[in-house]
């Protein structure tokens, strides 16, 4: 951010004006000062109890300075800050992210599986700030979260706000790609997609995974599968948001990479498996590449006035030596 005035001419102006004024007061005090002492002849001459020179010097001061700020506040002072505008629009991506408690799962360098999933959402949606991401929740049943948008506030809000078990035990694969095909659907964007991340099998809802993926794939949108850990006895821990009982251990992970695999092939797309935290990552890197599109921009400059601050600052500041002046100097001169 930057500062500028819309007349600068009237700055020069009041430095000028202001400094000569200055340089007479000295002048004119220094030739024109008589010193007539107060009290008796041979006595303590009168002092007054408060230091009268220095507070002439605050009145000089405020004066000048208050004149100052209304040539500034004259010469139009505004903040200019330039802003970075999209000139076409990105990609509408919808996460379908599994929150069933096996999600839970600490196999991801030491952090759940859950939770660095919502780390790596957020990371994807930072880096591309032309594309609408929407955000769909599967545990017994599927919910849309957050529809596709560019407010990357209100999808981050409602990703940190996402708990395991939320939805339920179960794993309703099929109602949260049904969703997901159901508001992507009717989407212009140039590029539309749909991310399915998840550790487990559909064992859950009334749509069946392949056909719901098939229903994206007529709807004209991409398909990505993640399967995120493995199987055999994975350590789990964390807070049933219901109970609000902590529940640690470990569980049998039914992971099966081919029921994945063959949702993604259902829907034209393609299963990336994620075993670990580095491959979960290059998991994303891959959804990036291939969603890419070229993002054209442009800036602007925006401008805000601050004039009446000055103003106000002025006037007080004025006023103030004016007080000074009358009710403070006047008991004494």
């Given at each position: 951010m930057n500062i500028g005035f819309e007349r600068p001419f009237l700055l020069f102006a009041g430095a000028v004006i202001v400094f000569v004024c200055f340089t007479v007061s000295r002048f004119l005090k220094g030739a024109f000062t008589l010193l007539i002492p107060l009290g008796p002849p041979g006595g303590t001459p009168f002092k007054p109890p408060i230091?009268?020179?220095?507070?002439?010097?605050?009145?000089?001061?405020?004066?000048?300075?208050?004149?100052f700020a209304l040539f500034i506040a004259a010469a139009g002072p505004?903040?200019?800050?330039?802003?970075t505008v999209w000139l076409n629009r990105g990609a509408d991506i919808l996460f379908v992210v599994d929150v069933s408690p096996s999600m839970a799962g600490q196999d991801m360098n030491g952090r759940s599986r859950f939770d660095t999933a919502r780390d790596l959402v957020r990371d994807f949606a930072s880096r591309r700030p032309t594309d609408a991401i929407g955000l769909v929740a599967v545990g017994n049943d599927a919910s849309l979260l957050v529809p596709p948008t560019v407010d990357r506030t209100a999808l981050f809000s409602r990703l940190e706000g996402l708990r395991i078990g939320e939805l339920g035990d179960g794993t309703a694969l099929g109602m949260g790609l049904g969703i997901a095909a159901l508001h992507i659907r009717n989407s212009s964007a140039p590029r539309r997609a749909v991310a399915l991340i998840t550790d487990g099998e559909n064992n859950a809802g009334a749509i069946h995974p392949e056909t719901a993926a098939a229903a994206l794939q007529n709807a004209g949108a991409s398909l990505w599968v993640i399967g995120v850990g493995g199987g055999g006895e994975v350590p789990i821990d964390y807070v049933d948001p219901v109970t609000r009982i902590r529940r640690t251990g470990t569980f049998d992970s039914r992971f099966n990479a081919e029921t994945l695999r063959s949702i993604a092939l259902s829907g034209g797309g393609q299963y990336i498996p994620a075993p670990s935290a580095d491959a979960f990552s290059h998991a994303f890197s891959r959804i990036d590449e291939g969603e890419l599109i070229i993002r054209r921009s442009g800036s602007i400059n925006r401008t805000r006035s601050f004039q009446v601050p000055l103003i106000i600052a002025a006037l007080v500041m004025i006023c103030a030596a004016r007080y000074i002046r009358r009710h403070i100097l006047g008991a004494f001169l």
């Open positions: 230091n009268v020179e220095f507070l002439v010097k605050i009145i000089h001061f405020l004066d000048l300075a208050g004149v505004i903040f200019i800050s330039t802003e």
